[in-house]
């Protein structure tokens, strides 16, 4: 069974940057999509950013477009949110998740409810 933890929030300033982790362990990812979520207090959760693991493009929410960078870690099993420039409307929970996706598939989704396995999630507050 995957799992998946994340770790690397907390409170930053407007302008400044954080990295999120997510550790995965029980599944070698080289099939998984793997994605960022977040959700802030009394909004519907929103899909951020995904990659397959085994390469090709990434998406991201047209919000975080220039300013987020999602990368990984093959050696550690480990996937990055790097988060520049962060916004007070970029506060919220931030979660790691995961589908298996089609073999014929050539990217990867920001839907939700595509997604099975997630993370316990990490606190993001942007705040001066």
């Known amino acids: 069974q995957l799992q998946l933890v994340e770790s690397g929030g907390g409170l930053v300033q407007p302008g400044g940057s954080l990295r999120l982790s997510c550790a995965a362990s029980?599944?070698?990812?080289?099939?998984?999509?793997i994605g960022w979520f977040r959700q802030a207090p009394g909004k519907d959760r929103e899909g951020v950013s995904c990659?397959?693991?085994?390469?090709?493009?990434?998406n991201y929410a047209d919000s975080v477009k220039g300013r987020f960078t999602l990368s990984r870690d093959n050696a550690k099993n480990t996937v990055y949110l790097q988060m520049n420039s962060l916004k007070p409307e970029d506060a919220g929970v931030y979660y790691c998740?995961?589908?298996?996706?089609?073999?014929?598939?050539?990217?990867?989704?920001?839907?939700?409810?595509?997604?099975?396995?997630w993370g316990q999630g990490t606190p993001v507050t942007v705040s001066s």
């Open positions: 029980g599944v070698t990812l080289n099939r998984n999509v």
């Open positions: 998740t995961s589908y298996l996706p089609s073999a014929l598939s050539t990217s990867c989704t920001l839907a939700a409810t595509r997604y099975p396995y």
């Open positions: 990659a397959k693991w085994s390469g090709g493009s990434t």
